[in-house]
């Protein structure tokens, strides 16, 4: 025999009901039927109810849709004949005196506990009465009957002794199919009507089950199971396929509305397993809560809950150490006034108690504990009870959390990276649960922040804002594009872009967007972008594991890194200018990345590709000194001074650097070394010297008053320079040289210039757009290390780009 409760979605609709019965006519066995109000129609009862007490006569409107709904069930399930003729008069019995009852509350404007009680009643009674009229041989049984109630606290309590018992003579002869109607009680003493609680259907089911050892009770609702998390804040989040009753209960507690609570205990003691079904999924899996799991070695945490409605209120003061009681006093008025209290956090100082509670319950909490240490308070020794409010309190559940070390660790570590301050946390010694408060606002960002590091999601996901789809940002999304679903296949990671951002505009979505037609995309639905709106979007979104990617040389853009670091946002840039901005905002950035736990990447501000300043990170990291720099940062300049020759001229090797895309959009950029002294200033920066531009020595090749004036002025002007770089390259041919624009870094002095290299230099047979740099350090002074390869160009740069986002991702 099993008992099988059906929820109110499960009955909410001619379409459900008809399911149910194809699931319970299914069952073979002897079955007890549970079942739920229609759908909605309890909420009705009380909004109908609280109408009439209030004298509106809109209540007759609100009491005719219930009738309707019913009325409307019955005419779509039950064939037309004497047992539908037979139906609709009961239904309209029942619907009668419940409308007498409304109008009654109409009249005298009053609404008794005693009397809302036998409203909501009436929900289950029709339910009950329609689902055994359809099922095939089915009998009904009234609850009120046997399931008994005792006022506790100024609430009903099941009295389980005399509810055992009655249960266990109402059904000493189980027919095929028998339907209870859950959640309604009545009064052991008076008989008046009585109930459960709201989800009481499950506990209906669960104290038959318990009283007559069932072989299993059936929770049949409108989900496939237990989820490791809402699937309404983590889209990916799945069906656990089993749990414990304790790792049940824990979710249940904390939010999870899959089984009313109290449901798990009464079956728990006859180790009955609890399977949750889908009625729109029946053939689903399904979770069985039951005594032990079959896969004890499996993840260490089974599921995320959360409580969005919680209040903190922390009971302090000197006045409470060593002092035997004080907590006893605190739980002592708060069960006298029927306040639930699901977290407690207590400093081992003793001066002080946080709890948590439901939002609802948290000014009669205050005033009650105000009350119970008014003379504590009024002498200083307690400081007046205070709610702090708008909280959520999050749960991570599961066994085998107490044979993993490390868990809180990990969990409170991740939160910090991600900017979520946790308020206040709780452990009990089974280790099975770890509770803490944070602030609401964060509670999407931690939920999926923990789903994703604890490998409870498929993937882990990092979420990226693009900012620049010009030559490298649109190869950096075509390489992304292109490699996803490997990443995905191999490592585990996905990568997903929320944001994508031009000079003029703007898209975010948390859904992402189409990599293959983004362009079109933002064309067509973008927003008008601004540094304010970046800025306001970006973080507003609040999103976890979140990357800004900056493929610009935008100043107003690399200002906005500061905030996104504070928001616990990584930065990865291209752009050169924070870097190789003043020292001191330099430093700030590299401070605060460091103590948010965030990255601040900007490997590509020098060298494209190269991994120069990951080399020269690794280098100081192992307790080496780097005492000295020589480079060619410029691919731009090698490519035109490797270009410059008897048949293409100075002025000519500059336009095809631009047309070639080497060079920036107005190449005196390039040409005026201020793009070589940015990177080494980062470079020195880096090499842990304190350097600003204006502290290098700059050796110039292009008189200063070609960078005055518009850039038409300067390429009308600049084939000027053609006959004395002819001149001088002829000598040089003659010699063996090349010119190399070349940057270093020697006892702390930093300089820029161009440089005439013989055949035995390690930078003479540079060729194309390549870059080098020499690294002398305390380890590598004889033979200098040496770094060579691509400096410049989109695809390459993208790449080093790209290797700074899988960094942060750690695969």
Same mark, same amino acid.
Request: glycine share 8%; net charge negative; with cysteine.
């Given at each position: 025999?099993?008992?099988?409760?059906?929820?109110?979605?499960?009955?909410?609709?001619?379409?459900?009901?008809?399911?149910?019965?194809?699931?319970?006519?299914?069952?073979?066995?002897?079955?007890?039927?549970?079942?739920?109000?229609?759908?909605?129609?309890?909420?009705?009862?009380?909004?109908?109810?609280?109408?009439?007490?209030?004298?509106?006569?809109?209540?007759?409107?609100?009491?005719?849709?219930? +009738?309707?709904?019913?009325?409307?069930?019955?005419?779509?399930?039950? /064939?037309?004949?004497?047992?539908?003729?037979?139906?609709?008069?009961?239904?309209?019995?029942?619907?009668?005196?419940?409308?007498?009852?409304?109008?009654?509350?109409?009249?005298?404007?009053?609404?008794?506990?005693?009397?809302?009680?036998?409203?909501?009643?009436?929900?289950?009674?029709?339910?009950?009465?329609?689902?055994?009229?359809?099922?095939? *041989?089915?009998?009904?049984?009234?609850?009120?009957?046997?399931?008994?109630?005792?006022?506790?606290?100024?609430?009903?309590?099941?009295?389980?002794?005399?509810?055992?018992?009655?249960?266990?003579?109402?059904?000493?002869?189980?027919?095929?199919?028998?339907? +209870?109607?859950?959640? @309604?009680?009545?009064?052991?003493?008076?008989?008046?009507?009585?109930?459960?609680?709201?989800?009481?259907?499950?506990?209906?089911?669960?104290?038959?089950?318990?009283?007559?050892?069932?072989?299993?009770?059936?929770?049949?609702?409108?989900?496939?199971?237990?989820?490791?998390?809402?699937?309404?804040?983590?889209?990916?989040?799945?069906?656990?396929?089993?749990?414990?009753? &304790?790792?049940?209960?824990?979710?249940?507690?904390?939010?999870?509305?899959?089984?009313?609570?109290?449901?798990?205990?009464? +079956?728990?003691?006859?180790?009955?397993?609890?399977?949750?079904?889908?009625?729109?999924?029946?053939?689903?899996?399904?979770?069985?809560?039951?005594?032990?799991?079959?896969?004890?070695?499996?993840?260490? $945490?089974?599921?995320?809950?959360?409580?969005?409605?919680?209040?903190?209120?922390?009971?302090?003061?000197?006045?409470?150490?060593? &002092?035997?009681?004080?907590?006893?006093?605190?739980?002592?008025?708060?069960?006298?006034?029927?306040?639930?209290?699901?977290?407690?956090?207590?400093?081992?100082?003793?001066?002080?108690?946080?709890?948590?509670?439901?939002?609802?319950? =948290?000014?009669?909490?205050?005033?009650?504990?105000?009350?119970?240490?008014?003379?504590?308070?009024?002498?200083?020794?307690?400081?007046?009870? !205070?709610?702090?409010?708008?909280?959520?309190?999050?749960?991570?559940?599961?066994?085998?959390?107490?044979?993993?070390?490390?868990?809180?660790?990990?969990?409170?570590?991740?939160?910090?990276?991600?900017?979520?301050?946790? @308020?206040?946390?709780?452990?009990?010694?089974?280790?099975?649960?770890?509770?803490?408060?944070?602030?609401?606002?964060?509670?999407?960002?931690?939920?999926?922040?923990?789903?994703?590091?604890?490998?409870?999601?498929?993937? !882990?996901?990092?979420?990226?804002?693009?900012?620049?789809?010009?030559?490298?940002?649109?190869?950096? @999304?075509?390489?992304?594009?292109?490699?996803?679903?490997?990443?995905?296949?191999?490592?585990?990671?996905?990568?997903?872009?929320?944001?994508?951002?031009? *000079?003029?505009?703007?898209?975010?979505?948390?859904?992402?967007?189409?990599?293959?037609?983004?362009?079109?995309?933002?064309?067509?639905?973008?927003?008008?972008?601004?540094?304010?709106?970046?800025?306001?979007?970006?973080?507003?979104?609040?999103?976890?594991?979140?990357?800004? &990617?900056?493929?610009?040389?935008?100043?107003?853009?690399?200002?906005?890194?500061?905030?996104?670091?504070?928001?616990?946002?990584?930065?990865?840039?291209?752009?050169?200018?924070?870097?190789?901005?003043?020292?001191?905002?330099?430093?700030?950035?590299?401070?605060?990345?460091?103590?948010?736990?965030?990255?601040?990447?900007?490997?590509?501000?020098?060298? =494209?590709?190269?991994? @120069?300043?990951?080399?020269?990170?690794?280098?100081?990291?192992?307790?080496?000194?780097?005492?000295?720099?020589?480079?060619?940062?410029?691919?731009?300049?090698?490519?035109?001074?490797?270009?410059?020759?008897?048949?293409? /001229?100075?002025?000519?090797?500059?336009?095809?650097?631009?047309?070639?895309?080497?060079?920036?959009?107005? /190449?005196?950029?390039?040409?005026?070394?201020?793009?070589?002294?940015?990177?080494? +200033?980062?470079?020195?920066?880096?090499?842990?010297?304190?350097?600003?531009?204006?502290?290098?020595?700059?050796?110039?090749?292009?008189?200063?008053?070609?960078?005055?004036?518009?850039?038409?002025?300067?390429?009308?002007?600049?084939?000027?320079?053609?006959?004395?770089?002819?001149?001088?390259?002829?000598?040089?041919?003659?010699?063996?040289?090349?010119?190399?624009?070349?940057?270093?870094?020697?006892?702390?002095?930093?300089?820029?210039?161009?440089?005439?290299?013989?055949?035995?230099?390690?930078?003479?047979?540079?060729?194309?757009?390549?870059?080098?740099?020499?690294?002398?350090?305390?380890?590598?002074?004889?033979?200098?290390?040496? $770094?060579?390869?691509?400096?410049?160009?989109?695809?390459?740069?993208?790449?080093?780009?790209?290797?700074?986002?899988?960094?942060?991702?750690?695969?």
């Amino acid at each position: 025999m099993k008992v099988m409760k059906f929820g109110g979605t499960s009955v909410g609709s001619a379409k459900s009901i008809l399911n149910v019965k194809r699931i319970v006519e299914a069952a073979g066995d002897p079955v007890i039927v549970v079942v739920s109000a229609l759908g909605g129609i309890t909420d009705k009862l009380i909004h109908t109810s609280k109408m009439a007490a209030a004298g509106d006569s809109g209540y007759e409107e609100a009491f005719g849709e219930i +009738v309707r709904r019913h009325e409307e069930i019955v005419e779509d399930i039950i /064939p037309a004949g004497e047992r539908k003729h037979a139906l609709k008069q009961r239904i309209g019995e029942l619907l009668n005196e419940l409308r007498d009852i409304f109008q009654g509350i109409f009249l005298i404007k009053d609404l008794s506990p005693k009397t809302s009680d036998t409203i909501v009643s009436y929900g289950e009674r029709l339910s009950s009465i329609i689902v055994a009229e359809l099922i095939e *041989g089915a009998e009904r049984f009234d609850s009120r009957a046997f399931v008994k109630t005792e006022k506790k606290h100024s609430k009903h309590t099941l009295d389980k002794d005399l509810t055992n018992r009655l249960v266990r003579e109402t059904f000493r002869s189980i027919p095929k199919v028998a339907v +209870v109607p859950g959640f @309604i009680s009545s009064d052991k003493t008076t008989g008046e009507v009585t109930n459960l609680g709201r989800g009481g259907s499950d506990y209906t089911a669960a104290v038959i089950a318990a009283a007559l050892d069932a072989d299993s009770l059936e929770i049949w609702t409108d989900v496939d199971g237990f989820m490791t998390a809402d699937p309404r804040v983590i889209p990916n989040a799945y069906t656990i396929t089993e749990l414990s009753y &304790v790792e049940a209960t824990e979710l249940c507690n904390f939010g999870a509305k899959v089984v009313y609570p109290p449901t798990i205990y009464p +079956v728990c003691h006859k180790n009955i397993p609890i399977l949750i079904k889908n009625t729109f999924n029946p053939d689903g899996a399904g979770t069985v809560i039951k005594q032990e799991v079959s896969s004890p070695q499996s993840k260490a $945490i089974k599921g995320i809950s959360s409580i969005n409605d919680t209040s903190l209120i922390t009971v302090q003061g000197l006045g409470m150490v060593g &002092v035997i009681g004080v907590n006893y006093r605190i739980f002592k008025v708060l069960a006298k006034n029927g306040i639930s209290v699901f977290l407690v956090s207590q400093a081992s100082s003793e001066n002080s108690t946080s709890i948590g509670v439901r939002t609802a319950d =948290a000014d009669l909490a205050c005033e009650v504990l105000n009350e119970e240490f008014a003379k504590e308070i009024e002498m200083g020794e307690i400081s007046p009870m !205070q709610a702090e409010k708008d909280l959520a309190t999050v749960a991570i559940v599961g066994e085998n959390m107490k044979h993993t070390p490390g868990i809180a660790g990990k969990l409170f570590g991740t939160l910090g990276r991600n900017g979520i301050n946790v @308020i206040a946390c709780a452990q009990g010694a089974s280790e099975t649960n770890i509770s803490f408060v944070i602030d609401s606002r964060s509670l999407r960002k931690a939920l999926n922040v923990i789903h994703d590091s604890f490998f409870l999601s498929e993937y !882990q996901v990092l979420n990226l804002f693009i900012c620049g789809i010009g030559t490298v940002g649109g190869s950096l @999304i075509e390489q992304i594009r292109s490699q996803r679903e490997r990443l995905m296949a191999e490592n585990g990671l996905k990568l997903h872009v929320v944001g994508i951002i031009d *000079g003029s505009r703007a898209m975010f979505g948390r859904n992402g967007f189409d990599l293959a037609n983004f362009r079109e995309e933002l064309k067509a639905h973008g927003m008008p972008s601004s540094r304010e709106t970046i800025r306001d979007e970006v973080i507003g979104m609040n999103i976890f594991n979140s990357v800004f &990617v900056d493929c610009t040389a935008s100043p107003d853009i690399a200002s906005l890194y500061k905030d996104f670091l504070q928001h616990n946002i990584s930065v990865v840039a291209a752009n050169k200018i924070a870097a190789s901005s003043e020292y001191e905002n330099y430093r700030e950035l590299k401070t605060i990345a460091r103590r948010r736990g965030v990255k601040f990447l900007f490997e590509t501000n020098v060298g =494209a590709g190269l991994p @120069i300043i990951n080399t020269i990170n690794d280098l100081i990291h192992s307790g080496d000194k780097i005492l000295k720099i020589e480079a060619v940062l410029s691919g731009t300049l090698n490519y035109i001074f490797n270009k410059v020759s008897a048949d293409l /001229p100075f002025s000519r090797t500059i336009r095809m650097a631009q047309e070639e895309r080497y060079s920036e959009p107005d /190449p005196r950029i390039d040409l005026s070394g201020k793009d070589v002294i940015r990177k080494l +200033v980062i470079l020195a920066r880096e090499a842990g010297y304190r350097i600003d531009q204006e502290d290098v020595e700059k050796n110039l090749f292009v008189p200063n008053d070609f960078f005055e004036g518009s850039l038409d002025d300067f390429w009308k002007k600049v084939p000027s320079l053609d006959a004395a770089f002819e001149e001088r390259r002829r000598i040089l041919e003659k010699e063996h040289k090349h010119w190399r624009f070349v940057a270093k870094l020697e006892e702390g002095k930093a300089s820029v210039g161009l440089q005439e290299v013989a055949a035995n230099h390690p930078f003479y047979g540079l060729e194309g757009s390549n870059n080098i740099i020499l690294l002398t350090t305390e380890r590598y002074k004889e033979y200098p290390m040496m $770094i060579q390869g691509y400096g410049a160009g989109a695809g390459v740069t993208a790449a080093g780009v790209f290797a700074d986002i899988m960094s942060i991702a750690n695969v």
